[in-house]
């Protein structure tokens, strides 16, 4: 079989999506509510929220970009090992975290022999990221280990996507190997985990993505297309912002790694999330999310959230920020229903 067909992927989102709800129940436990969450998710809450439902996520979207089904053995890997860590099955869930990660890996790099080009190359320095926290998950390291490489897994694949864009539109020859050059730093500079190396990286990458990147021509536009930039845009100052402090010396302090880690998980990741989803869910599932205005609700809330989280971490007031990690965790629940809401209207029109 080349390829699978759409209705056979959506059971994996769902595995992706059970790790999500147990990692956000889980965060929200150890911010101090009184919520139901398995002991999984709040132990385990970014390994859940990165290798079961990013990990998941992204390698489903990258098996299909390959078209072969054998691709799709990463994103079960993934789910499987978020709902291995839940039943309490630690090591096997790690196991099929690492094997997830190496199957990520290879299809990346299939992907890159397939088109040698510094955006694919970009994508695969970040499943490599990815490999690398799960292996050190594997090795026994606490989930703090990890957090450097899942940080560079992330950035490095949206920057491989905004670069491949960037396409579109002129970028110098020297400003793309500068790129590529960053790109490989953040890799190395995740692995020993240098504080102020990794937060000078983050920052010079963020600014390249706003000099660069295609979305602040298009912020000018309107629809979907305004949309889309702003939540972009909006990502970029917040992996600015959690570059600097990542940058300081006192980065190494709870509410400031706290502020920045969230900075950038938070505000940097599912502002892209938002804003990608509508593009994304169409090719993997060939179900539309048509824009309204009300996807601007979940990002507004998203953003001023942590605002209040960030401002709760920096004064060292925890009401603030638990209040700040709620609605963070509300802003989410609220994408997660407006999205399906407008691709169950979508499909209603269709049907009738």
Known sequence: MRDLPPPARAPLLLLGFVALIAGVAGGLVRLGFDARAPAAGITWHGALMASAFFGTLISLERAVAIGRAWAYLAPVAFGAGGIALLAGATRTGFVLFAAGGVLFAVASGAI??????????????????????NLLLLAGRPSEAAVPSWIAFFVLTIGGERLELSR???????ART????????????ALPFAPRVLGVLLLLIALWLVRYDIATRTVRGAGLTRYIALCLLAGYAW?????VL????????????DAALHAILLGFVFSMVFGHAPVILPAVLRIAI???????????????????????????????????????????????????????????????
């Open 112 to 133: 890159w022999l397939r088109q040698r080009a510094l955006h694919t190359g970009v994508l695969a320095l970040g499943a490599l990221s990815l490999l690398a926290a």
């Open 168 to 174: 579109l539109a002129p970028v110098p020859r020297t």
């Open 178 to 189: 500068a790129f590529g050059v960053l790109a490989a730093a953040l890799l190395l500079a």
């Open 239 to 243: 992996l600015a912002f959690g570059g």
């Open 246 to 257: 990542l940058a300081l010396p006192q980065a190494v302090g709870r509410e400031p790694w």
């Open 290 to 352: 048509p824009y309204r205005a009300a996807l601007y609700a979940p990002l507004a809330l998203l953003h001023l959230s942590l605002a209040v989280r960030v401002a709760g971490d920096l004064s060292a007031r925890a009401p603030l920020r638990a209040a700040g990690g709620a609605g963070s965790a509300l802003a989410i629940a609220l994408f997660i229903v407006t999205a399906a809401t407008l691709a169950l209207s979508t499909l209603r029109k269709e049907g009738s």
